[in-house]
């Protein structure tokens, strides 16, 4: 019942910027932690941020001061603002969340959306 929606992918020159967005919905009882993650090609999939439920960030190293997560509580969206973009940037994007569900009142479950081509040309 619950799924993970993601938008904003595309294609942008390096130093470029683009804004994913992720809406959760369906059965939903409370979300914790949303995030983001990215799978290259032959690479396993990374954490790039997450966010808590009550705001606390985190990022990996590489994207750290350029790229900002941030969360729509009330409409159960999390969000992945990416600036100054780089080739290396250049992976799948997936939408993570922890979600209990609505009949499930302290089962916490991980949920993940179809993923969003960020392709960053030089």
């Known amino acids: 019942q619950v799924q993970l929606v993601e938008s904003g992918g595309g294609l942008v020159q390096a130093g470029g910027s683009l804004r994913l967005s992720c809406t959760a919905s369906?059965?939903?009882?409370?979300?914790?932690?949303m995030g983001w993650y990215r799978q290259a090609p032959g690479k396993q999939r990374d954490l790039v941020a997450s966010i808590t439920s009550g705001g606390i960030t985190n990022y990996e190293d590489s994207v750290n001061g350029r790229f900002t997560i941030s969360r729509d509580n009330a409409n159960n969206t999390v969000y992945l603002q990416m600036n100054s973009l780089k080739p290396m940037d250049t992976a799948v994007y997936y939408c993570?969340?922890?979600?209990?569900?609505?009949?499930?009142?302290?089962?916490?479950?991980?949920?993940w959306g179809q993923g969003t081509q960020v392709t960053v040309s030089s």
């Open positions: 369906g059965s939903i009882r409370s979300i914790r932690t």
């Open positions: 993570n969340a922890d979600i209990i569900p609505r009949q499930l009142t302290r089962s916490v479950r991980n949920y």
